[in-house]
């Protein structure tokens, strides 16, 4: 039976940031979640950041209200943004990490030191029935944290990877890709769901999707920048084509 491609979370964080630039309500982050699910989006992700410099607490109620397919809301691990996600009861939580000072997110979660604190945090979730998925690495160590944690998803930050694809750095992105790999392989031994994010365009998001293992890739700045040329829907479709190509390798 041929494999379906991994799922298209599409993030709209960039929408409200342009809207959030000269204020007031346009563009509608809400009315992209929209769009993008029309096109094929399989979910929306959405990151409530402490300063609220894109989304907005009103975007994330709207959000749940108003889409239909799933919500991901993405959040650092404090009792502020906990009640809210409570509050909202989206599909998924990804535990964040996050600096007031970064442009967009670095790394992934420090899982290892902030076993214990992040522990109560995954609990109330999962007892409200909400998934809970781990922003991480792909190291061997944070894996096995994410394990003890009963975390059913770890999202794998693939930045480095795409920056080193970028900067034209072929032996660092060779690195940087093995880890991923033996970290998709090693979290799903372990009955983890694999899925990828941050710095994907249309050829790594193709590389990726021919990991069998990976179910989902949440992809936001890059479709986002593309939907300004092209639109958001063409954007939407060639991504998905993309990742159903690569899939198409892993048969």
């Not at 604190?117 to 922003?135: C, E, M, Q, T």
């Not at 069998?212 to 479709?237: K, T, W």
Request: include cysteine; aromatic fraction near 4%.
């Amino acid at each position: 039976m041929p494999l379906s491609p991994p799922r298209l979370g599409v993030n709209i964080d960039h929408v409200a940031t342009v809207r959030n630039a000269r204020g007031g309500t346009l563009p509608d982050p809400v009315r992209a979640a929209l769009v993008a699910i029309e096109a094929g989006a399989d979910g929306i992700t959405a990151h409530l950041r402490e300063d609220r410099r894109h989304i907005r607490d009103a975007d994330m109620e709207r959000l749940k209200a108003e889409i239909s397919k799933p919500l991901n809301f993405e959040m650092a691990a404090t009792d502020e943004m906990l009640a809210i996600a409570l509050r909202v009861k989206p599909h998924a939580v990804c535990l964040v990490p996050e600096k007031r000072e970064e442009r967009t997110t670095e790394g992934g979660l420090d899982v290892v030191s902030g076993e214990a604190h992040l522990k109560p945090y995954i609990a109330r979730l999962n007892d409200a029935g909400i998934r809970v998925s781990l922003f991480i690495a792909a190291d061997p160590a944070a894996i096995d944290v994410a394990h003890r944690l009963k975390a059913p998803v770890v999202e794998f930050h693939s930045g480095s990877w795409c920056d080193a694809i970028t900067d034209g750095h072929k032996q660092q992105a060779d690195a940087e890709y093995a880890r991923i790999v033996a970290g998709v392989a090693q979290a799903a031994a372990l009955g983890i769901e694999p899925h990828i994010g941050h710095g994907l365009d249309y050829a790594t998001a193709e590389i990726v999707s021919a990991l069998p293992q990976v179910a989902e890739l949440n992809i936001g700045h890059f479709l986002i920048g593309e939907a300004v040329f092209v639109g958001l829907p063409q954007a939407i479709r060639t991504m998905k084509a993309a990742m159903a190509a690569g899939r198409a390798r892993a048969q």
